[in-house]
């Protein structure tokens, strides 16, 4: 179904679903982010499964011109599944099928849906920030591992505000916000070599419609941390119930040496009571500070699902050239293929 088609009795559906598993409880998993990116782009669709005739399961995607399907929002999109209970029985091939696709290819899928086991071919730890039993609990837990970056962070605070002005914290929606987090990510992405995903019109107009999206499931959270009435740095993170998925993070370069970023993470968590949220998600957990502010972590995966032989033995071979790449000889070799494709491989899986 287009998702325009869905009639409040699906869409409700679809959130009863989603609220009774907490596996489930993230923004991107939604019918609201569904909704939004259809709003921005006219391939979402939405598989809808069916038992004796009532709904029992939702698996959004874009269908590319093809017929193979990514996750609604692309790489935009940071954790994926299908909406169903846990303990249903259904063969991930036969639903892709059933949706006219030749494939459906996934980059964060929830590791836990045993169907789509077979289809995938990395496995890695996303993050997150358990702070369901406050700020305090949470930097004890942290420092009785060994880590001492909270204090660090804390100690970049103090030295931004005596060198550079007053430090605040606050929420800002404005469109003017928005766009000028944009504008700083596309410098960010050309300075370090990766796909800019803001060259796509599309994606912007996204992030400027969830800022103003007033969902009781789906909110906007845009932190800023100003030092001196200057931003110094942006988070746009978005909110379902209790959980935070912190998305795009931003900094002005003319205040790096203190880290801004780092300390707006930490400024927020000392505040995420008052928001209500009790879990900050990170995405995948392979960047250093990730792994200093984790308190827990869950399984994610990338793979695709094929149905046709062709695209089965296609995969087959891709699975082998990948087991060659990763013998240790071969290995530098990967990763500089890998860093020289990877702005245009980004470019194409967002068109």
């Not at 209970?85 to 063969?91: A, G, K, V």
């Not at 800023?224 to 993070?249: C, K, M, S, T």
Request: net charge positive; hydrophobic share 40%; with cysteine.
């Amino acid at each position: 179904m287009r998702p325009a088609e869905m009639n409040s009795a699906l869409l409700d559906q679809w959130a009863r679903l989603q609220a009774a598993h907490r596996a489930f409880h993230s923004p991107f998993l939604t019918p609201d982010f569904t909704m939004l990116v259809a709003s921005v782009r006219d391939d979402v669709e939405v598989g809808v499964i069916r038992h004796g005739g009532e709904a029992v399961g939702f698996f959004p995607f874009q269908r590319t011109r093809r017929n193979a399907g990514v996750p609604v929002g692309s790489r935009l999109n940071d954790l994926q599944a299908v909406v169903c209970d846990p303990r249903m029985e259904w063969d991930a091939v036969e639903l892709v099928r059933a949706c006219g696709l030749r494939s459906w290819r996934f980059h964060m899928l929830l590791a836990e849906q045993r169907p789509f086991g077979p289809h995938c071919d990395q496995v890695v730890d996303a993050v997150f920030m358990d702070l369901s039993r406050g700020f305090g609990h949470y930097e004890a837990q942290r420092r009785a591992t060994g880590s001492q970056k909270l204090r660090k962070v804390a100690k970049q605070r103090r030295a931004i505000e005596r060198e550079c002005g007053a430090v605040t914290f606050e929420l800002d929606h404005s469109v003017e916000c928005v766009r000028m987090l944009i504008e700083w990510k596309s410098d960010q992405y050309r300075r370090t070599g990766e796909a800019d995903v803001f060259s796509h019109s599309w994606t912007g107009r996204l992030l400027e419609r969830i800022a103003a999206c007033e969902s009781p499931t789906l909110k906007p959270l845009i932190r800023v941390l100003r030092v001196n009435g200057d931003i110094a740095a942006i988070e746009y993170a978005i909110q379902y119930a209790d959980v935070l998925h912190d998305w795009f993070p931003v900094y002005n370069p003319r205040f790096a040496k203190y880290s801004p970023g780092l300390i707006l993470i930490r400024e927020f968590a000392l505040q995420c009571g008052r928001f209500g949220v009790a879990r900050i998600e990170m995405g995948k957990g392979d960047l250093p500070y990730k792994s200093s502010f984790a308190s827990g972590r869950f399984r994610v995966a990338a793979g695709i699902v094929a149905t046709t032989p062709l695209g089965r033995a296609a995969r087959a071979s891709v699975r082998a050239a990948r087991r060659i790449t990763a013998l240790p000889g071969l290995r530098t070799v990967r990763s500089t293929i890998g860093r020289w494709t990877r702005p245009v491989r980004g470019r194409l899986a967002l068109k």
